[in-house]
């Protein structure tokens, strides 16, 4: 199991995080994941998520998806970062416009 916002490897979850509103994931190869609206947060996550620093929970996602993803290119940060950041708000109901997440 990993964490849904780190990539991490964890056990069990040390928090799971109810959305506020489901998303459909398009990847590239057509292939469409749909949220099963709970996210497993490890420990580290937890506590940045009770903190509500999101910024820092947006940078360990770009950090995690640099160790995960083979081909992964580091010029693709800020495009994940603004990606992840809508994710973040439909996840946690956080204010922003509405946006439909291409993870191509």
């Known amino acids: 199991m ?3 916002f780190c990539f991490a490897e964890i056990d069990k ?3 799971t995080i109810h959305a506020q509103a489901k998303m459909i994931a398009e ?3 057509g292939q469409e994941v749909e949220d099963d609206g709970e996210w497993a947060a490890c420990e580290d996550c937890a506590a940045v998520i009770q903190a509500q620093d999101w910024e820092t929970l947006t940078e360990r996602a770009v950090v995690g998806l640099r160790a995960t993803l083979c081909g992964y290119d580091h ?3 800020d495009t ?3 990606k ?5 708000r439909l996840v ?3 204010p922003g416009p509405d946006a439909f997440v291409d993870l191509r």
Request: with cysteine.
């Open 2 to 4: 990993r964490c849904d």
């Open 27 to 29: 990847f590239a190869g």
């Open 92 to 94: 946690f109901g956080l």
């Open 13 to 15: 979850p040390a928090a």
């Open 84 to 88: 992840f950041r809508v994710i973040l």
């Open 75 to 77: 010029s693709d940060d």
């Open 80 to 82: 994940m970062r603004v």
